[in-house]
């Protein structure tokens, strides 16, 4: 957290004008009941779809217009160490607090709820929502314990071939879902060669942000002939915050159709 918001904290002053920078914590600040208070927008902000025409686009999650940022007079700004670079951050911040997330699992998600609540006044809306979450996650532990373990790969870019590894937050929904990630010994997004993989139990190939379709099974089976490939929605994979009680869900469905 920026010692500037500390700061905010500190004199107990409640941000009225709010810009994010992330699409799942635009989300999440309109479940907490906030969307009146939201500014600014990214363009890939589109949950709910209105907030994109209540607010200022005011780029996108690499690149921004400052001085829309600047002219919008934000109390705080809202980013994320992985989604926004680090230049971006230092621009916001001669503008106004910025709170930098980095969730790499469940468990930081449930920690930025509620310190979305203690920030903007909205702890009972925040403590809801993280209810909700965990009613659904033990559930959903119940229901994939009696599940078979699959070996996957999660593609997430193509042209370079692009997969999610270690030390991510995709891979930690991977692991909840059993889903043995076949390239666990990488970190990050790393690019690979397509090579035939006789051992791979699932193919997964995510909405975003490459938008794969169902020509590209047909191209992936060569090189996965025993796998089963589906097509999922990348945000039930990527999307921390408020969406994880539906992102859970979601998992049992897939399950449900292997």
């Not at 957290?1 to 905010?8: E, S």
């Not at 635009?26 to 969307?35: I, K, N, S």
């Not at 929904?173 to 699932?202: G, W």
Request: charged share 25%.
């Amino acid at each position: 957290m920026n010692h500037q918001l500390q700061n905010i904290l500190a004199h107990n002053t409640t941000p009225q004008r709010i810009i994010s920078l992330v699409p799942s914590q635009t989300e999440l600040l309109c479940d907490l009941g906030l969307e009146a208070s939201i500014v600014g927008v990214t363009k890939f902000c589109v949950h709910p779809n209105f907030i994109r025409a209540k607010s200022s686009v005011i780029g996108g999650t690499k690149q921004i217009h400052i001085e829309k940022i600047r002219a919008l007079k934000p109390d705080i700004i809202l980013c994320n160490k992985e989604k926004n670079t680090k230049q971006i951050v230092e621009d916001c911040e001669a503008i106004a607090p910025v709170h930098i997330s980095d969730i790499y699992n469940i468990e930081d998600s449930i920690i930025l709820i509620k310190q979305y609540g203690i920030i903007f006044k909205k702890e009972h809306e925040a403590l809801n929502i993280i209810s909700d979450i965990e009613i659904e996650l033990k559930e959903f532990e119940n229901f994939v314990e009696k599940r078979v373990a699959y070996k996957t790969v999660y593609f997430i870019w193509k042209s370079p071939w692009m997969v999610v590894a270690n030390n991510t937050f995709i891979n930690s929904l991977m692991k909840l879902n059993k889903f043995d990630n076949y390239f666990k010994d990488k970190l990050r997004y790393p690019e690979i060669k397509l090579q035939k993989q006789e051992h791979v139990d699932l193919v997964l190939l995510s909405s975003e942000p490459y938008p794969f379709k169902k020509r590209h099974i047909v191209e992936l089976k060569v090189f996965y002939p025993n796998a089963k490939i589906y097509l999922v929605d990348g945000e039930m994979f990527s999307w921390y915050g408020s969406r994880l009680a539906k992102a859970i869900k979601y998992f049992k469905s897939l399950h449900e159709s292997l």
